[in-house]
């Protein structure tokens, strides 16, 4: 038996299968919140932007651009630890199961499903965004489940030319070589230039059920729609319908509600308003975005999203007694 993830410690969450997890968030009512954290340069010298949102409230964290190539720096992940034999700090990349030392939540892992880069729509059109080491490929997903990883997010990132029959087939495939042994995150709140965003409403809500059916058949746990008010368009209605939906099709689904395009980085005022309109939805994880400064959202906004979720005594309970 297990306890809410919102109210769950650091011992308590390493001991969660898959199954487990996904039973924790669902007796969360509604309040967890998921961060995402972009694998470059860190907001603040001296730790990880993971370790960051996890200290301003984060109940789950993911991180965007991380290579499953062991062989590549990743400079999000350079920590320093203490030498007992030297008594000095040496310097050292962790790679996900390492962080685990450090981050008391759930970590996962972003993987694309892209047809590849373009860069008329991309926030990076110098850089090649579709890359092998991140791919959703077998390779790399069974190199997720060696590094522990407790779940896995499969969509695409803006640029990369990323459709719904993309989304679709890698998340088949994932479930084929992941079973029950991670989360399956899946579906499309980004990258909206190429192929509209579920709920977008240039796209008959018919088309949006259809893909988030696709979806749940080809094995997603969780389902991602947007977030109502960062993105044009979309309302906390057709959101709560596409949530109603994923619901009632395959009881136990879960939906994800993500806060996106930069709004991440916004004033706290914004960043509430977004969170409530979320919960408005029926959402049961809200996440909040990369694309602030430096990697991750403001972490006053992770914070201000908590407190709006959960209010003080929860988020505080994260906060002090988490790595119980």
Known sequence: MVRRLISSSRSEIRKMSANDLKTSILASEGRTVLCQNFIGHTLCEGTTNAEVSQAFGADMIFFNGYSMDTSVIQEGLIVEEWNEATETFDTKQYRLKEMKKLINVPLGVYLECGAGDDATTSTAPEKQLIKNDRIASKENLEKAIQ????????????????????????????????????????????????EKVLGDPQVPMSTHKQFVQELIDAGADVICLPMPGCRPGITVEDIRELTTFTHTYKPGTLVMSFLDCSVEGADDDSIRQCTLWSKMTGADIHAIGDAGLSGMSSPEGIYTMSIALKGRRLTFRRLGAGGR
């Open 147 to 194: 590094e522990e990883c407790d779940f896995v997010v499969l969509a695409g990132n803006p640029g990369t030319r990323t459709s719904y029959q993309t989304i679709v087939e890698a998340t088949r495939q994932a479930k084929a070589v992941v079973g029950d042994k991670m989360l399956l995150f899946a579906g499309k709140w980004e990258d909206g230039v190429f």
